[in-house]
């Protein structure tokens, strides 16, 4: 308790500020960057959640950070972390076998060992695998979006989040997972898919200056496979997807993709799932 009120502290005075401005971005070989790192101190009772939030509040009205700072991070803790428990303790034990979208893949194999092609996939996966930890957006919009776009059973995805990352206590980690990353539960913790193309990794991240795939892509030998699964993912729940309103913008975007270039995008969706959920490796000439 006394090293994660320390921690606590350090978060405090170091990266507090500027959490606001940056807590959605994302930097290679940056893992840390302005998140607290609490988690797993809070989630094993070792740091009391409104302690956090009083030394938070604090923060702000002593003008140490700056409202967005400190009201985006209260809300995750008091609001968000909050939602989840109520979640997991209203619909377990049923809420773990929920699969909304029928997904039924396995889980790529390189989520054990780091090595794909994809360079925001690999330093997502690589950090977690050595550090276990990522932050929020890693794996919600990296590892999370990869798997809901390929068709990974949730149980699988659910699995695997447990398994390596050290504050995934399963009433916190569960409905994260199934339900906010996976959409798992057809809505019930979220409401839509968090369906973004590589588009949305190019923004938030440096990651697509260093990858091979281009992020405007969806078909051909360098087409990200996130935009590619990403197209394939909308036609394939199109049905289901256009009675949400929310998602009913990026489903009518699907009206703009001609037949020959449905086709070619199913083409290689079915061979990145062909290949264990990688895409094919790019052949080189000697």
Same mark, same amino acid.
């Given at each position: 308790?006394?090293?994660?009120?320390?921690?606590? /502290?350090?978060? #405090?005075?170091?990266?507090?500020?500027?959490?606001?401005?940056?807590?959605?971005? =994302?930097?290679?070989?940056?893992?840390? $960057?302005?998140?607290?790192?609490?988690?797993?101190? @809070?989630?094993?009772?070792?740091?009391?959640?409104?302690? *956090? #939030?009083?030394?938070?509040?604090?923060?702000?009205?002593?003008? &140490?950070?700056?409202?967005?700072?400190?009201?985006?991070?209260? &809300?995750?803790?008091?609001?968000?972390?909050?939602?989840?428990?109520?979640?997991?303790?209203?619909?377990?034990?049923?809420?773990? +076998?929920?699969?909304?979208?029928?997904?039924?893949?396995?889980? !790529?194999?390189?989520?054990?060992?780091?090595?794909?092609? @994809?360079?925001?996939?690999?330093?997502?996966?690589?950090?977690?695998?050595? $550090?276990?930890?990522?932050?929020?957006?890693?794996?919600?919009?990296?590892?999370? $979006?990869?798997? =809901? $776009?390929?068709?990974?059973?949730?149980?699988?995805?659910?699995?695997?989040?447990?398994?390596?990352?050290?504050?995934?206590? +399963?009433? *916190?980690?569960? !409905?994260?997972?199934?339900? @906010?990353?996976?959409?798992?539960?057809?809505? *019930? @913790?979220?409401?839509?898919?968090?369906?973004?193309?590589?588009?949305?990794?190019? %923004? =938030?991240?440096?990651?697509?200056?260093?990858? %091979?795939? /281009?992020?405007?892509?969806?078909?051909? +030998?360098?087409?990200?496979?996130?935009?590619?699964?990403?197209?394939?993912?909308? =036609?394939?729940?199109?049905?289901?997807?256009?009675?949400?309103?929310?998602?009913?913008?990026?489903?009518?975007? #699907?009206?703009?993709?001609?037949?020959? +270039? &449905?086709?070619?995008?199913?083409?290689?969706?079915?061979?990145?799932?062909?290949?264990?959920?990688?895409? !094919?490796?790019?052949?080189?000439?000697?």
């Amino acid at each position: 308790p006394e090293e994660a009120t320390r921690a606590l /502290d350090d978060f #405090i005075v170091h990266r507090l500020p500027r959490f606001g401005e940056f807590q959605d971005a =994302m930097w290679h070989d940056e893992p840390w $960057l302005f998140h607290s790192r609490l988690a797993a101190a @809070m989630n094993l009772k070792l740091l009391d959640p409104r302690a *956090v #939030i009083a030394a938070t509040e604090a923060a702000y009205r002593d003008g &140490r950070v700056p409202l967005a700072a400190a009201e985006g991070f209260i &809300r995750q803790v008091l609001g968000w972390r909050e939602y989840v428990r109520g979640i997991y303790w209203r619909f377990m034990p049923g809420y773990l +076998e929920r699969n909304a979208l029928d997904a039924q893949e396995a889980l !790529p194999r390189f989520y054990w060992d780091g090595d794909t092609e @994809m360079a925001c996939l690999r330093d997502a996966v690589g950090q977690t695998l050595r $550090l276990g930890y990522a932050h929020h957006i890693q794996r919600l919009m990296v590892t999370g $979006l990869y798997a =809901m $776009l390929l068709g990974v059973h949730p149980a699988r995805v659910h699995e695997w989040y447990l398994a390596v990352y050290v504050d995934a206590v +399963e009433w *916190v980690e569960l !409905p994260n997972t199934l339900g @906010m990353s996976q959409y798992g539960d057809g809505g *019930v @913790m979220a409401s839509k898919p968090y369906a973004a193309t590589g588009k949305y990794i190019q %923004r =938030m991240s440096d990651h697509c200056t260093r990858c %091979r795939f /281009d992020p405007a892509k969806s078909v051909g +030998e360098d087409a990200c496979p996130f935009t590619t699964l990403y197209w394939d993912f909308l =036609m394939r729940h199109e049905s289901s997807l256009r009675g949400n309103q929310r998602m009913a913008l990026q489903v009518r975007n #699907i009206e703009r993709i001609d037949a020959d +270039e &449905r086709a070619a995008i199913r083409a290689r969706a079915a061979a990145i799932r062909a290949g264990g959920g990688a895409p !094919p490796r790019a052949l080189t000439l000697l």
